[in-house]
């Protein structure tokens, strides 16, 4: 099984919203925080958010603070990434990663990791 595939990317216009859906493996999701991130073209890899397996704690990279909302629904495996308010910045393929090995919330230090999902806004 795969550990974890991800859905919803898409193309749209500045100011649209968009939902990512990441589907994971029972191993890799049971008991286990999970993070997304994106890479622009011509950049590195950065830390987008991280909840906790319990869901009450959330973390955001401050780009993205007070439009993005991470969210999980442990009955079906499944993390969340509702962005709005997109803008051309956040543009990247997004990545869905599972069972970081520090406690470091913004740490790119995960057993697993998706294949990725493109967003693309227009401006």
């Known amino acids: 099984q795969v550990p974890l595939v991800e859905s919803g990317g898409g193309l749209v216009h500045s100011g649209d919203s968009l939902r990512l859906s990441c589907v994971a493996s029972?191993?890799?999701?049971?008991?286990?925080?999970m993070g997304w991130f994106r890479q622009a073209p011509g950049k590195g890899r950065e830390f987008v958010a991280r909840?906790?397996?319990?869901?009450?704690?959330?973390y955001y990279a401050d780009s993205v603070k007070g439009r993005f909302t991470i969210s999980r629904d442990n009955a079906k495996n499944t993390v969340y990434l509702q962005m709005n308010s997109l803008n051309p910045e956040d543009t990247a393929v997004y990545y869905c990663?599972?069972?970081?090995?520090?406690?470091?919330?913004?740490?790119?230090?995960?057993?697993?990791w998706g294949q990725g999902t493109q967003v693309t806004v227009s401006s």
């Open positions: 990663a599972g069972r970081p090995r520090s406690s470091a919330y913004s740490t790119q230090d995960y057993y697993y």
């Open positions: 029972l191993r890799t999701f049971s008991g286990n925080d």
């Open positions: 909840i906790s397996w319990t869901g009450i704690s959330t």
